[in-house]
T-cell receptor, first 114, second 112 residues
Framework: GIQVEQSPPDLILQEGANSTLRCNFS?????LQWFHQNPWGQLINLFY???GTKQNGRLSATTVATERYSLLYISSSQTTDSGVYFC????????????????FGEGTQLTVNP | SQTIHQWPATLVQPVGSPLSLECTVEGTSNPNLYWYRQAAGRGLQLLFY??????ISSEVPQNLSASRPQDRQFILSSKKLLLSDSGFYLC???????????FGPGTRLTVL
């Protein structure tokens, strides 16, 4: 199956700093999503971005599908940005009856200190 | 708008006891539904997915089973829990193949 690697595994920042999280995947994909898991376990959708660039406030993401990677940018980080950031990809199995299945990376644990 | 509910939020069960976790989706019809487990650490593992009523696919052999008795209801069950079943269980839905997936709040299960 498809492999998803995220880096760095852990990241500690001071409030106000910028950061870049990376997601590499081993095969072409039809879907890529970025999530933030907050301290209560809730997975919050950040971006649905199989290709191209999107921005939402202080966050932006870029996926270069031909080179099999995606980047998540966090600018002017805040303590509320702390948590685990997941990248997840989907590669169609070629059968419409098979449903869509996300494969997750292991995540980046982000800690933002005041 | 669509919402997804899971209950219970937390559960502590003895080894060998049965399990039933429920997930319901509102505001959409014929969604794809998913059960994931997140063990200690970070990775999420897909357990089951369903593209319709009574249509369940299992991703990994295990002590659990899933059922979809209604269009927007997905149930995760076990007849006898094992210690290794402890974890954080997340239900998700998507509008179809390749569509964005959205997750419920999760159930934290501890098997003692």
């Amino acid at each position: 199956g498809i492999q998803v690697e995220q880096s760095p595994p852990d990241l500690i920042l001071q409030e106000g700093a910028n950061s870049t999280l990376r997601c590499n995947f081993s095969d072409s994909v039809n879907n890529l999503q970025w999530f933030h898991q907050n301290p209560w376990g809730q997975l919050i959708n950040l971006f649905y971005i199989p290709s191209g660039t999107k921005q939402n406030g202080r966050l932006s993401a870029t996926t270069v599908a031909t080179e099999r990677y995606s980047l998540l940018y966090i600018s002017s980080s805040q303590t509320t940005d702390s948590g685990v950031y997941f990248c997840a990809v989907e590669r169609f199995p070629g059968e419409e009856t098979s449903g869509s299945r996300l494969t997750f990376g292991e995540g980046t644990q982000l800690t933002v200190n005041p | 708008s669509q919402t997804i509910h899971q209950w219970p939020a937390t559960l502590v069960q003895p080894v060998g006891s049965p399990l039933s976790l429920e997930c319901t989706v509102e505001g959409t019809s014929n969604p794809n539904l998913y059960w994931y487990r997140q063990a200690a650490g970070r990775g999420l593992q897909l357990l089951f997915y369903s593209i319709g009523i009574d249509q369940i696919s299992s991703e990994v052999p295990q002590n659990l089973s899933a059922s979809r008795p209604q269009d927007r209801q997905f149930i995760l069950s076990s007849k006898k829990l094992l210690l290794s079943d402890s974890g954080f269980y997340l239900c998700a839905w998507a509008g179809g193949l390749g569509a964005e997936q959205f997750f419920g709040p999760g159930t934290r299960l501890t098997v003692l």
